[in-house]
């Protein structure tokens, strides 16, 4: 039975809601799946997505094949870079200890950044609330002297020839 790793939309009409599920590959795409191991929200700026990474691996190993979205959202989450560890294990590239290690170290940095761009997010959504109630004026671009010298000289030089 080929076993894939693709997404059953969930959700209203224009604001869609996923779950990451593992499915048989004839299943229908909302219909019967194995397993359900995340979630993908894109309305959320920046999307929201929820993996439990333990089960995708388990899946990726077993031979689950998943969806172009599916891959991707599963790259960004860093299973597959696991995936990729685990082969240099079994070559005897380096240990289990190391790799779990740099697996590790890549999980923070990347959960790092996330926060950080949810944080940023947030500032610019107060941000944008502050000039909407009028709190904070938006600030105006003034042009450069030169462009506004050059202006004035094209108002007075235009007044003159009439």
Not at 41 to 47: H, L, V
Not at 130 to 148: L, T
């Amino acid at each position: 039975m080929p076993v894939k790793i693709r997404l059953a939309r969930r959700g209203r009409k224009k604001q869609p809601f996923y779950h990451i599920v593992v499915a048989d590959s004839k299943a229908k795409r909302d219909g019967k799946f194995i397993e359900q191991i995340g979630s993908y929200n894109p309305m959320t700026s920046p999307a929201t997505i929820e993996l439990d990474r333990d089960k995708a691996y388990d899946w990726l190993t077993k031979g689950a094949q998943p969806t172009y979205t599916a891959r991707a959202i599963l790259r960004f989450k860093g299973v597959l870079y696991r995936k990729h560890l685990m082969r240099g294990v079994k070559k005897g590239s380096f240990s289990e200890e190391q790799a779990m290690k740099l697996y590790e170290e890549f999980i923070n940095s990347k959960d790092a950044k996330i926060a950080k761009r949810f944080e940023e997010a947030l500032e610019k959504k107060k941000l944008h609330w502050k000039q909407i109630s009028g709190e904070i004026k938006a600030a105006k671009k003034e042009a450069p002297a030169e462009m506004a010298a050059e202006f004035r000289d094209s108002e007075d030089a235009g007044g003159e020839e009439e």
